[in-house]
């Protein structure tokens, strides 16, 4: 029997579904304390800042993607495809690995893989803040111009007007 920290599949998890969407790891950083999100979302941003946000946020998604990339060919590397992979990490986090696997073989490729799927995870968080800094702005003025371009109707505005500027 192949053993497998609970947290390592967890993670790897987690790291192959979140990186799939957009700016994973800001939604990830986006959590406030109580009443700070009011503040942020009605809080007034300056065009400078929402322009090197827009900037960031380009470059947080190319490392997203070939993040994303480099994590669908180490899954398919030890002979999974993603959708199985993420089924035996959904088996694997509700205890029936072993019934769901086809065998120790696949449990020991869906280990080796969820490992390695972590191994990346710290020098993808060090890429994107690197590339949110290269921009002129802080993680926590990304998160927040973030959090802000969700859940402000007027910010979401005002980014896609800088977006179709760039165009």
Do not use: W
Not at 77 to 83: A, F, H, Y
Not at 89 to 95: E, P, T
Not at 111 to 134: D, T, Y
Request: charged share 30%; glycine share 4%.
């Amino acid at each position: 029997m192949v053993f497998i920290k609970k947290g390592t599949i967890a993670a790897a998890f987690v790291a192959a579904t979140m990186c799939l969407g957009s700016a994973a790891y800001a939604q990830e950083a986006a959590a406030t304390p109580d009443g700070a999100g009011q503040e942020q979302a009605t809080q007034q941003y300056a065009e400078e800042d929402l322009r090197k946000f827009v900037d960031a946020n380009t470059s947080v998604t190319d490392i997203q993607k070939a993040s994303r990339d480099t994590m669908v060919a180490v899954i398919e590397e030890n002979s999974l495809t993603l959708e199985r992979f993420n089924e035996l990490a959904k088996a694997h986090r509700a205890k029936k690995l072993e019934e769901v696997a086809e065998g120790p073989e696949e449990i020991s490729a869906f280990s080796n893989a969820a490992q390695e799927v972590v191994k990346l995870q710290p020098e993808n968080k060090e890429k994107i803040e690197a590339a949110v800094q290269e921009h002129g702005l802080t993680m926590e003025k990304y998160t927040a111009l973030m959090k802000a371009y969700k859940d402000d109707p007027e910010v979401q505005n005002q980014v896609r007007k800088i977006v179709a500027e760039k165009k």
